[in-house]
């Protein structure tokens, strides 16, 4: 379940039903509230399902207020708008606390079309950060000797621990997960599928961008 | 996450109800549903069920493990063994808490279900709490934890993966014994960089 | 325990003090002695300085200064540490004992300080285990390091929004919760002492 590869499929003319969007942006979400670092965006995702709640929203708008199937839609959207406001604010956060290693990353990403950032979320993270420096200027370093003024952005950049710990479900077989581990040996593991583990995120960050294995 | 947010992705799972109306198919997003008959049974997705059951338009059916012998083997079970034993539904209690708060008149025997569901809880958590410590002491690193409930891991953060993270960082620190650094100013970049 | 620039607890870290031996005549720099009468800083001066300010000194070639252990790293402490480390009040010995454990490190040439933080963080893990799920926290969370604190504390609001949800609606799951948890710190606590 690659992101690119349901983009190109979704590019084909509709070969994705409305459920199968909606269970990938569950996935999505729950991947991106629990993962340390920013996931490669589903935007086309996104876009779609806001598509289709628009859509659901005017045909509700047709059928009387008391009508049950109208309040069971709105139930039904309601639930779909907040999973798809929590993604994006979810981002937005991780955006925010490590907006210079995100910017850094991301211009080499775009360059080999890899991006993982929307288009208006790459424009957020470079005004965040523009913001930030004007606010630390103003603030401190126009008032302190000049030796001391620039704006170190290297040193002021907070990573995403990527050495953090996740639980993790595997959707399907994975063998020889290598977990290196401090001083000791490196020791591999295997996540047989519908297994549940807790490990290091950083060995298994590109399993959980490919889709392999389930954050929970 | 906030366990309302794991209620919720639990809400999504299908049960069955038996409406009182008759109504064609509904399109929802997350699937069709119906038609609708009065008095045959049908699934629909928890939150749904609980819905309609708000509006008095249907009975929920009480799942197939809400049933107080299966509930009595499973904590058995769940009492001999060391690991956890695999829960009849990966929301169990989830769906225990919506079903018996929403449609207790609908479940048999509702208020001992309630008990022994309760019971199980408590024993897993402590199981949990034990298996934690152990984890801790006897490495710290990795652990496998099938059929533990995303209700029950949750519960767990996020004091064990960061007692995991604090511990790994120690120990890569640690293992960094004598290691002179060449530059004067190197104290204040290891602030910076990522694998501390 | 996150490192980065702008942390206040990194900050707090390195301001602990070290006792660190000057090992050159140092002109001008006796204040940093409070015992010492002269302008200048003799070489062989035993002073405690801050963390920030000994790893600058220590790390210049030739280093200007010895950086000696804290006593609570020393084999003394060490012992009891290793023989039963939840006996140890981390509030009033140590604050920042595995970050600044972290740094001092290296300078324990016998290697054992490494393996004693490690150790200690691992018995000491079901103190926060029983701390979050206690009522009397401040009982709980008095013998705790900072961190040990920040960790249980946050674990206890995990516990707490558990309850919240399990008491919560019309299917109240949590009365005999609570007594379990009860009981259950009652024996963690009888346990610790």
């Known amino acids: 379940m690659d992101f690119n590869d349901q983009i190109e499929s979704s590019g084909d003319e509709e070969e994705i039903t409305a459920e199968a969007v909606l269970k990938t942006l569950y996935n999505a979400w729950q991947n991106e509230r629990l993962s340390p670092e920013i996931l490669p965006h589903c935007n086309e995702m996104v876009e779609c399902m806001l598509g289709q709640i628009q859509h659901m929203e005017r045909n509700i708008n047709k059928l009387p207020k008391t009508d049950l199937r109208a309040s069971i839609h709105k139930m039904e959207l309601s639930r779909i708008k907040y999973i798809i406001c929590n993604y994006l604010r979810a981002r937005l956060c991780k955006i925010e606390k490590h907006c210079i290693p995100i910017i850094n990353e991301e211009r080499q990403r775009i360059e080999s079309g890899t991006n993982y950032l929307t288009p208006s979320e790459y424009k957020y993270a470079q005004e965040y950060l523009l913001n930030m420096e004007g606010h630390f200027k103003s603030v401190v370093l126009d008032k302190v000797p000049g030796n001391m003024q620039t704006f170190e952005m290297n040193k002021m950049a907070i990573y995403p621990n990527l050495q953090s710990h996740v639980f993790l479900k595997a959707n399907e077989t994975v063998n020889g997960v290598v977990l290196d581990l401090p001083g000791e040996q490196d020791e591999e593991i295997d996540l047989e599928e519908g297994s549940q583990h807790i490990l290091l995120y950083k060995p298994v960050a590109d399993l959980v961008k490919s889709g392999k294995v389930q954050l929970i | 996450m906030d366990p309302y947010e794991i209620e919720f992705i639990g809400e999504n799972r299908l049960v069955s109800v038996i409406p009182n109306f008759t109504y064609d198919k509904i399109y929802l997003i997350c699937g069709e549903f119906g038609p609708f008959r009065a008095g045959l049974p049908m699934n629909v997705p928890l939150w749904l069920a609980v819905m309609l059951k708000q509006k008095q338009k249907c009975r929920i059916v009480p799942p197939d493990w809400m049933d107080i012998d299966a509930l009595e083997t499973i904590k058995e079970a769940e009492k001999t063994s060391r690991f956890f034993t695999k829960m009849p539904n990966e929301h169990y209690m989830v769906e225990a808490k919506l079903i018996l708060g929403a449609a207790a008149e609908d479940i048999p025997r509702a208020g001992e279900i309630k008990t022994i569901i309760k019971d199980i809880w408590d024993i897993r958590m402590s199981k949990l709490r034990t298996s934690m410590d152990t984890l801790m002491k006897s490495g710290g690193s990795y652990g496998r934890l099938d059929h533990l409930t995303m209700m029950e891991i949750n519960s767990v953060k996020p004091l064990l993966p960061s007692a995991m993270d604090d511990l790994l960082r120690i120990q890569s620190m640690a293992k960094k014994t004598i290691q002179p650094s060449l530059n004067t100013s190197s104290f204040s970049q290891s602030g910076s960089s990522q694998n501390i | ?193």
Request: hydrophobic share 40%.
């Open chain 3, 1 to 193: 325990m996150d490192n980065n620039y702008l942390s206040i607890s990194d900050i707090l870290v390195t301001n602990e003090k070290v006792p660190c031996k000057f090992l050159h005549d140092l002109p001008k720099m006796g204040f940093l002695d409070p015992s010492a009468a002269e302008d200048d800083l003799k070489a062989g001066s035993n002073v405690e300085i801050p963390l920030w300010l000994s790893e600058s000194l220590y790390s210049r070639r030739p280093p200007l200064v010895s950086v000696e252990l804290p006593k609570i790293y020393k084999d003394a402490y060490r012992e009891i540490l290793n023989a039963d480390a939840c006996t140890v009040d981390m509030h009033k010995l140590g604050q920042y004992f595995y970050e600044f454990g972290c740094y001092i490190s290296k300078h324990d040439i016998k290697g054992e300080v490494g393996s004693t933080l490690i150790n200690t963080f691992r018995q000491r893990f079901r103190m926060l285990l029983s701390a979050s799920v206690s009522r009397d926290s401040l009982i709980a969370l008095q013998p705790l390091s900072a961190s040990e604190r920040q960790r249980a504390s946050a674990a206890s609001k995990t516990e707490q929004a558990l309850l919240d949800w399990l008491h919560s609606g019309d299917c109240v799951l949590t009365t005999a919760n609570m007594v379990a948890n009860h009981r259950k710190r009652k024996r963690a606590e009888m346990e610790m002492v």
